[in-house]
Nanobody
Framework: QVQLVESGGGLVQPGGSLNLSCTAFGNIYRVADMGWYREVQEKQRELVAVIREDGSPTYGKSVKDRFTISRVNAQNTVYLQMNSLELDDTTTYYC???????????????WGQGIQVIVSS
């Protein structure tokens, strides 16, 4: 079993910064893509950023040039540096990772519990 533990959320003023982190714990053989999604209206989730095992990132349109995703493979940890935060960035952010627990088994997607980011003056 694998758990994703998120931290770093909270309250920040518009224009401020936050750094989210997420670490995968448990029976892990290998972690492929890691990333962040956030909740939008009607319980949908939109892509914030994803980073592949080789470090190559993909960003959602609304956060590109403001957010930076990175990872430390040896620690099974992904980070999201969020700069120039806007009121519309307020929502719950979810960490996700595709994890293989044995070499012969497929990658399985896991999700964190979610972490609140509130941008308010």
């Amino acid at each position: 079993q694998v758990q994703l533990v998120e931290s770093g959320g909270g309250l920040v003023q518009p224009g401020g910064s936050l750094n989210l982190s997420c670490t995968a714990f448990g029976n892990i053989y290998r972690v492929a893509d890691m990333g962040w999604y956030r909740e939008v209206q009607e319980k949908q989730r939109e892509l914030v950023a994803v980073i592949r095992e080789d470090g190559s990132p993909t960003y959602g349109k609304s956060v590109k040039d403001r957010f930076t995703i990175s990872r430390v493979n040896a620690q099974n940890t992904v980070y999201l540096q969020m700069n120039s935060l806007e009121l519309d960035d307020t929502t719950t952010y979810y960490c996700t990772a595709r994890v293989k627990d044995e070499s012969t088994r497929p990658f399985v997607p896991y999700w964190g519990q979610g972490i609140q980011v509130i941008v308010s003056s």
